[in-house]
């Protein structure tokens, strides 16, 4: 890695890249952790009980494999489409939800082999429903109407692109919305993904919001998203960690509100050792499943995996997967000494993800 004083041609200054990784880890684990959290089964379950993850989780995980698919077919010399990449991951994805425990024909990808993910975990019907088009919405012409916070919760691992190309992780933030969703759900999505990626670089909890917002400004995203943000900003400033202003800011599940509710959470807690009071608070959401799985992740981000409950995050029944995906993922969005990217170098990364 070049240091960053050093970088060469087209490549950012870098922090550490055992930090980013770590972030990176966090950002994925945290999702999982806020969604076990917000459904009650960490609790529920005795001590050393496995828990079994939520399927804003598997979503996300489709949409780490499919960006990192992108980024390997983009350092081979192709012109790769990120959203075709991402509409065939949330195709193999649907099949496996519906396939009852029946393993679908492999593609080569090794998420395929995951006896976990034909285990259905919850219900996904916004998402389902815009795959039964075959083709799936586009941002011009979008298939269904919903606004639900899975289409934010599961573009989450494209902010681990925001340092490298931060117009294309909103870009992909906003297909990846509208291939199930619709308009209403774009720009919190993509609001959320350059928050996540600024927390990912700064490992500030402050910095990273407030540097989400100046980068969705400077790149067009729509204001109404940012104003949402904004006055998660101003309550948490004025009155934090309160269940009854976190219920007034954040009282459905749409995207728009959960992003609200998880800011609101990070900021009353932003600290690196505030992990349980950032999930206590975001219990007290209506919605608590999303507001915990998005607080969850954007802490994750901030501080990494070991900021994270271990005694959650450890029993987690996808986390290896998890896991093995985000040290992936952070390969592929770091810089080579050569000023190229990833590892695409790597016949084992590529069989990895189906590229011969």
């Given at each position: 890695m070049n240091d960053a004083g050093q970088a060469g041609p087209g490549v950012p200054p870098q922090v550490d890249g055992s930090q980013v990784g770590s972030r990176v880890r966090g950002l994925l684990h945290g999702l999982a952790v806020g969604e076990v959290l917000g459904s009650g089964a960490a609790s529920t379950e005795a001590a050393n009980a496995t828990l079994r993850h939520g399927v804003a989780t598997q979503l996300a995980c489709f949409t780490a494999a499919a960006s990192i698919r992108t980024s390997l077919r983009r350092a081979l010399g192709g012109t790769p489409d990120a959203r075709a990449d991402l509409l065939e991951a949330y195709r193999r994805w649907v099949r496996m939800w519906t396939a009852t425990g029946r393993a679908p024909s492999s593609t080569g990808a090794w998420l395929d082999e995951v006896p976990l993910f034909a285990q259905p975990v919850g219900e996904a019907a916004d998402t389902v429903r815009g795959l039964a088009t075959g083709s799936g919405g586009t941002r011009t012409d979008p298939v269904t109407t919903s606004d639900g916070w899975h289409a934010l919760a599961r573009a989450l691992p494209?902010?681990?692109?925001?340092?490298?190309?931060?117009?294309?992780?909103?870009?992909?933030?906003?297909?990846?919305?509208?291939?199930?969703?619709?308009?209403?759900?774009?720009?919190?999505?993509?609001?959320?993904?350059?928050?996540?990626?600024?927390?990912?670089?700064?490992?500030?909890?402050?910095?990273?919001?407030?540097?989400?917002?100046?980068?969705?400004?400077?790149?067009?995203?729509?204001?109404?998203?940012?104003?949402?943000?904004?006055?998660?900003?101003?309550?948490?400033?004025?009155?934090?960690?309160?269940?009854?202003?976190?219920?007034?800011?954040?009282?459905?599940?749409?995207?728009?509100?959960?992003?609200?509710?998880?800011?609101?959470?990070?900021?009353?807690?932003?600290?690196?050792?505030?992990?349980?009071?950032a999930f206590a608070l975001a219990a007290t959401a209506p919605h608590l499943v999303a507001v915990s799985a998005v607080t969850g992740a954007l802490l994750g981000a901030a501080h990494g995996d070991v900021a994270l409950p271990q005694t959650v995050l450890t029993r987690v029944d996808l986390a290896y997967v998890i896991d093995r995906l985000a040290r992936d993922l952070a390969r592929e969005n770091r810089p080579n000494p050569d000023?190229?990217?990833?590892?695409?170098?790597?016949?084992?990364?590529?069989?990895?993800?189906g590229i011969d």
């Open positions: 494209l902010a681990a692109q925001v340092e490298r190309d931060p117009a294309r992780a909103v870009e992909s933030a906003v297909d990846s919305a509208a291939l199930t969703h619709g308009p209403r759900s774009f720009a919190p999505s993509a609001l959320a993904v350059l928050v996540a990626g600024a927390a990912v670089r700064t490992g500030d909890v402050g910095d990273a919001v407030a540097e989400g917002i100046t980068s969705a400004i400077l790149l067009g995203v729509d204001f109404a998203a940012v104003s949402v943000v904004d006055d998660a900003v101003r309550a948490a400033r004025e009155t934090p960690a309160s269940p009854v202003v976190l219920r007034s800011g954040a009282p459905d599940d749409s995207a728009a509100s959960t992003l609200w509710g998880a800011t609101y959470c990070l900021l009353s807690h932003p600290g690196a050792d505030a992990a349980g009071a000023g190229s990217w990833g590892a695409a170098a790597d016949p084992v990364r590529r069989a990895r993800y």
